[in-house]
């Protein structure tokens, strides 16, 4: 065992934090609804996907491609799902990129090689895209 795994084992914290009533009784946190004793403590179940209505399943994959679809709606090359309009917002197409890549730093060296490539090639025809966004602008 290291170091670092024995500090961890021995590392212990106590909740001393009391009601705001006189009775200086500790208090508990809320229980979430329809949480039975039997699974308290385990990570929820993810949502199923398929259904209509139902939340799609978020790793890191669908969210990098959630940004690089909001920077094509930012840069007027996919309509907006709401408006069905293609307004650029070139301001808001490039805080969007830099927001990739912020990620594709703070991520080195903890990403699959498909998450990487994903980051990568999402930041690479972001900017190739706002660049032409720019020129014909101007």
């Not at 805080?95 to 990568?120: A, F, P, S, V, Y």
């Amino acid at each position: 065992m290291t170091e670092d795994q024995k500090k961890d084992k021995d590392f212990k914290v106590d909740d001393r934090r009391t009601s705001s009533g006189a009775e200086g009784k500790e208090s508990k946190p809320p229980e979430p609804e329809g949480q039975s004793g039997a699974d308290k403590g385990e990570p929820p179940e993810p949502p199923k996907t398929g259904d209509p209505g139902e939340a799609i399943k978020v790793d890191f994959s669908t969210f990098i491609f959630s940004l690089f679809s909001s920077a094509l709606i930012q840069l007027g090359d996919m309509a907006d799902p709401i408006t069905g309009a293609m307004d650029p917002n070139l301001t808001s197409a490039k805080q969007t990129i830099d927001i990739i890549d912020i990620l594709r730093l703070k991520t080195q060296g903890n990403l699959t090689e498909e998450e990487d490539n994903l980051l990568e090639n999402a930041s690479a025809e972001l900017k190739w895209k706002y660049l032409d966004a720019l020129k014909k602008k101007n």
